[in-house]
């Protein structure tokens, strides 16, 4: 079975342009949520999307938008970059959403974005 | 709102040796799951046990433990018979079960460096 996939790997981009990630979830899952990790502030969340719907979304600007197609797999964007967006973005990928057990979420490898 | 502490930036442990990572958090929600994650260099976050908060019992995955003490708000990852292998970042991680604004969303801690002597 394979795992969630995130492409591309390493990315670099300048200052004002704007960047597009993507991410496949593992078959079957529906929940597919993005975060950031820096050495500074650790790892943020950024949102979660479950069937085409953003159900939470985490404290950034609006700068960071995502969505998830009727496949699961989602994109996340990030416009007018700042040298601060450099970082570690990982999408972690879950099955159902309902409580119980083994609801742990799987993640990728990330990308990691370098804004020069 | 939910927060996690580990306290422990960098630990030390030899080769086949026992150690134990610290986790203590904060919440008001009264249903919630507790994580333990992997971070090897190459960044994957890599999942490695779960702890739910109405689980009566500690988990158990292999050579990995969660020393779960609820009262205390601490849920400690204890990892037997150290492998060189297990040189990573720990995170420690939790999410509420209920719904709402905080429905599955990870809050993580700062992480701990682990480094496995031979």
């Known amino acids: 079975k394979a795992g969630v996939t995130q492409t591309p790997r390493y990315l670099i981009k300048t200052r004002g342009q704007q960047v597009t990630l993507s991410c496949s979830p593992i078959?079957?899952?529906?929940?597919v949520s993005w975060y950031q990790q820096t050495p500074g502030q650790g790892l943020q969340f950024l949102f979660e999307?479950?069937?085409?719907?953003?159900?939470n979304k985490g404290n950034f600007p609006g700068r960071f938008s995502g969505r998830q197609f009727s496949n699961s797999r989602s994109e996340m964007n990030v416009s007018t970059l700042e040298l601060g967006d450099s970082a570690l973005y990982l999408c972690?990928?879950?099955?159902?959403?309902?409580?119980?057990?083994?609801?742990?979420?799987?993640f990728g490898q990330g990308t990691r974005l370098t804004v020069v | 709102a939910q927060k996690i502490t580990q306290t422990q930036p960098g630990m030390f442990v030899q080769e086949k040796e026992a150690v134990t990572l610290d986790c203590t958090y904060d919440?008001?929600?009264?249903?919630?799951?507790l994580f333990w994650y992997k971070q090897p260099s190459s960044g994957e976050m890599i999942f490695l046990i779960y702890q739910g908060s109405y689980d009566e019992q500690n988990a158990t995955e292999g050579r990995y433990s969660l020393n779960f003490q609820k009262a205390r708000k601490s849920a400690n990852l204890v990892i037997s018979a150290s492998q060189l292998g297990d040189s990573a970042m720990y995170f420690c991680?939790?999410?509420?079960?209920?719904?709402?604004?905080?429905?599955?969303?990870?809050?993580f801690g700062q992480g701990t460096i682990l480094t496995v002597h031979p």
């Open positions: 991680a939790m999410r509420a079960d209920a719904g709402g604004t905080s429905y599955g969303k990870l809050t």
């Open positions: 972690a990928s879950r099955g159902s959403p309902d409580r119980g057990r083994n609801t742990e979420a799987f």
């Open positions: 078959s079957g899952h529906r929940s």
């Open positions: 999307y479950f069937s085409e719907t953003q159900r």
């Open positions: 919440t008001s929600d009264q249903s919630y799951g």
